[in-house]
């Protein structure tokens, strides 16, 4: 099953507000991470967060991370039609478990002009 | 400095064929990752190379699947005898080696959107 499952799985908003994905996990993480990929190509990393760090930014991103919930989410703020795209979660799990990241099926953002 | 970049960008193959997917990383990055995406789907894990060694294959999704790394550097994944379950976005990623704080930000390449008829 899905370490990492993004909800919703699909946003539509107005330019100009604000997005916001969650993303629930199961398993104990080193770090929790964030992608972007545009036309089901090439992923772009966003932003990391570690397990030890409750809330980053980056630009108009801001992620938070909730280990006692397995929890994280992503906010866009001021969204622009250039962030329409997929957004994924994905694990670093914890103990040597897979070396590779655990992704989730992502959540589509539409933003409309 | 360049990304990583895959090759080919498309293949199409008949169903039975071989078929080799080549991954350039970014240089100095000693971690490289295969992962496969069916369509409409999150990023399924295939396998991880720490230099030139791949610690653990039990991700390849069966005995046809095959994955090799020379020289730190270029990888290759090939799929014998190809099915059709096998057609999907086939990514690489590099990173730095990971430590035991746990792994870096992956560096994605764009993909090879494989097709078996």
């Known amino acids: 099953s899905q370490q990492g499952e993004e909800d919703p799985q699909a946003l539509s908003i107005q330019e100009g507000e604000n997005a916001t994905m969650n993303c629930s996990y199961k398993t104990s993480i080193n770090n929790l991470q964030w992608y972007r990929q545009n036309s089901g190509r090439g992923l772009v990393h966003l932003i990391l967060i570690r397990s030890n760090e409750r809330e980053k930014h980056s630009g108009r991103l801001r992620v938070t991370l909730d280990t006692s919930k397995k929890s994280s989410s992503l906010l866009i703020t001021a969204s622009r039609a250039a962030d329409t795209a997929s957004y994924f979660c994905a694990t670093d799990e914890e103990g040597g478990g897979a070396d590779g990241l655990t992704f989730g099926k992502g959540t589509h953002l539409i933003i409309q002009p | 400095g360049a990304g990583v970049s895959q090759s080919p960008s498309n293949k199409v193959t008949e169903k039975g064929k071989d078929v080799e997917l080549r991954c350039d990383p970014i240089s100095g990055h000693t971690a490289l990752y295969w992962y496969r995406q069916s369509l409409g789907q999150g990023l399924e894990f295939l396998i991880y190379?720490?230099?030139?060694?791949?610690?653990?294959k039990s991700g390849l999704p069966s005995d046809r699947f095959s994955a090799e790394r020379t020289g730190g550097s270029v990888s290759t994944l090939t799929i014998q005898r190809t099915q059709q379950e096998d057609s999907a976005v086939y990514l690489c990623?590099?990173?730095?080696?990971?430590?035991?704080?746990?792994?870096?930000?992956?560096?994605f390449g764009p993909g090879t959107r494989l097709t078996v008829t």
């Open positions: 190379f720490q230099g030139n060694s791949a610690p653990d």
């Open positions: 990623a590099s990173s730095l080696l990971r430590d035991e704080a746990g792994g870096y930000e992956q560096y």
